[in-house]
């Protein structure tokens, strides 16, 4: 399965899968902030500075 298939697929699941219940967004909203929720995919993964791999 290539990756646009894959997501192809996966976006099938979640356009067919019935809404949330008031309840469960409600609690999904505290678990996880809206701003959090808008800040993540733009921000870039960092490595720590000192991350030194040896060739060993």
């Known amino acids: 399965m290539t990756r646009e298939e894959r997501q192809a697929y ?3 699941l979640v356009t067919a899968a019935p809404p949330l219940a008031p309840a469960d967004a409600d609690l999904l ?6 701003q959090s929720r808008m800040a993540g995919p733009a921000t870039p993964a ?3 500075a000192n991350d030194h791999r040896s060739a060993a």
């Open 10 to 12: 996966i976006r099938q």
């Open 46 to 48: 960092r490595r720590p």
């Open 29 to 34: 909203r505290a678990l996880i902030p809206l």
